[in-house]
């Protein structure tokens, strides 16, 4: 599994591909893993390390012929890496599209046919930004549309040729525009959990002030000052409010405090219904609130009673939906109860591995999949949609709607030249 790590999903699910006898291997050419406790020893040895040393010394490296050499490097270890895997595994899992070869310029697919070649499974997991187009997504905020139009046509080839050679695909299918095949529909699957349940046994007066906590990656990302002035303007209605901002620090303070909260905002422009913050409130029963276009959408594939549950809410109604639970603490406590349910018996680590075994045994209910030409929602993830319009004109402007890389989707096509015309 590989190769990198988003929000502790590998590090769980390799925890409990251990739990349940299937011997794994996670590699993680970054960093970012190693801020998720795991349960069990890290696949760690002489090459992993060299690895990950080459690629940090890639990106940080100035001088291009540093960089040459540590690419050589980087391309050298991975080699190492990718022969001992093709010995020793029978599964693997990609996420972000980044396969063993995918940053190195000569090698790139190399892999993927070589694991075909020997009948491996090969299973590509996206997690939003790394499928989600770019015309649609926070990339509008500062990119051209030059920019945009030429890194939309690279994500979409980069996109089919893992689907060529993919023996499955998951994906939100709010963010899965490029695909031409049916996929995994990712919530079916789910985010696989820990054992974090905040304090039970911890309980907050309701004559004290409201808590609550927002802990942006990227606030410019999550729409944090727009999230700000929501709150002030709930502060001078006279609410009693105690607002926690994080950002930047480890996942072990994010959760102290979502303890110590009464609910969370997670951001302000989402796809989806509970991504990693969400989850970790909802496992310790705290609700959240999420700002988003995708609600018609998401309920549309899911069905009301399959919901995951949360207050998600057009951005333009996020202080109605933050004051909806700050006038109600009995709401913030129905809410956050039903929310553990759902994530507790859904999202267990153990339940989501099982759930790749049956995908790796070919196993797959058929209402797990989602048709790609079944999709209208335009408006995908982390900026306004006035933003979004313009973005889709200028580059149907001047490239045409083909630059869009839609042409196989007619209710998108449809969606967008509506879009433009409002």
Request: hydrophobic share 40%.
């Amino acid at each position: 599994m590989g190769m990198t790590e988003i929000a502790g999903y590998f590090t769980r699910l390799s925890d409990s591909f251990q739990e349940l006898g299937i011997e794994n291997y996670f590699v993680d050419i970054g960093f970012s893993s190693d801020n998720y406790e795991k349960k069990y020893k890290r696949f760690d040895n002489g090459t992993t390390r060299r690895l990950r040393n080459a690629y940090a010394g890639f990106n940080s490296e100035i001088n291009p012929a540093g960089r040459v050499l540590s690419l050589f490097r980087f391309g050298f270890h991975m080699t190492v890496l990718f022969l001992w895997a093709l010995i020793h595994a029978d599964v693997f899992l990609f996420v972000y599209g980044n396969t063993f070869f995918s940053r190195v310029p000569l090698l790139r697919s190399i892999d993927l046919k070589l694991m075909r070649l020997f009948r491996k499974i090969i299973i590509f997991v996206y997690v939003g930004s790394d499928s989600r187009p770019l015309y649609a997504s926070f990339a509008v905020n500062f990119k051209n549309e030059d920019e945009i139009a030429a890194l939309t046509s690279k994500q979409q080839k980069a996109i089919r040729m893992a689907e060529k050679y993919a023996s499955y695909v998951l994906d939100n299918p709010a963010s899965a525009h490029f695909h031409g095949k049916k996929y995994i529909n990712f919530f079916r699957v789910g985010m696989p959990i820990d054992d974090f349940t905040g304090n039970p046994s911890e309980t907050r007066d309701d004559s004290e002030a409201v808590v609550i906590l927002h802990a942006p990656s990227k606030p410019e990302l999550k729409g944090t000052d727009r999230i700000r002035d929501t709150v002030e303007r709930l502060k001078q209605k006279g609410y009693p409010i105690n607002y926690v901002e994080l950002t930047g620090v480890p996942n072990r303070i994010i959760r102290e405090n979502i303890t110590q909260c009464d609910f969370i905002i997670d951001e302000l422009y989402s796809d989806c219904l509970l991504a990693g913050f969400s989850t970790e409130a909802a496992q310790a029963g705290k609700p959240a609130v999420i700002g988003g276009y995708a609600g018609d959408f998401l309920r549309s594939v899911f069905g009301s009673e399959e919901l995951p549950p949360s207050i998600y809410a057009d951005p333009d109604q996020l202080e109605q939906a933050v004051e909806s639970l700050i006038s109600d603490r009995d709401k913030i406590r129905e809410i956050g109860a039903k929310a553990k349910v759902y994530v507790s018996e859904n999202w267990n680590s153990n339940a989501i591995a099982e759930k790749y075994i049956r995908i790796f045994r070919g196993d797959v209910p058929e209402d797990w999949y989602y048709d790609p030409y079944d999709c209208e929602y335009i408006f995908g993830c982390g900026a306004k949609k006035e933003n979004i319009k313009k973005a889709v004109a200028q580059i149907i402007e001047k490239y045409g709607i083909t630059a869009l890389c839609i042409d196989d989707k007619p209710k998108l096509i449809k969606e967008y030249k509506k879009l433009i015309k409002r």
